[in-house]
């Protein structure tokens, strides 16, 4: 991944493939990526199909998002962890940003399975963090 996980080989920005982020840990599926340089942002794309990032804040080592990506290899759902956020009306934390960019189709509370995923993503980084 890299230039904001540009599966061209280079972002909008000319950043190149893989100078953006840096693999912290991979568990299957699922990789832990820290930003090098700039904002704690999650990975817009991927050249890897089926991957979902995890992005870790450089500064504290703390998970911030869980990323998915669709067949095209874009983004199209994001969990924030760390920050409430409000959906309808009612903050939440953690919750669902959908959407390639953002959230321009809402802001949801996490499904069950969604959870689940939240609890196995924290599980596996507590025991790559503690070894």
């Not at 230039?3 to 080989?9: E, I, W």
């Not at 972002?11 to 340089?37: C, L, P, R």
């Not at 999650?42 to 080592?61: C, F, H, L, Q, S």
């Amino acid at each position: 991944m890299g230039g904001r996980g540009a599966s061209s080989g280079i972002s909008d920005k000319g950043k190149v493939y893989g100078s953006e982020y840096t693999a912290a840990y991979q568990s299957g599926n699922i990789k832990f990526v820290v930003v090098k340089d700039g904002a704690n942002a999650a990975p817009m794309e991927t050249m890897t199909k089926g991957r979902i990032y995890v992005t870790v804040d450089k500064n504290t080592n703390e998970l911030k998002y869980i990323s998915y990506y669709d067949k095209s290899n874009k983004r199209y759902q994001q969990i924030d962890l760390q920050h409430p956020h409000k959906v309808n009306g009612v903050k939440e934390q953690p919750h669902v940003h959908k959407g390639y960019k953002h959230n321009e189709k809402g802001d949801y509370k996490p499904t069950d399975r969604q959870k689940k995923m939240i609890e196995r993503v924290k599980k596996t980084w507590y025991y790559f963090k503690s070894k």
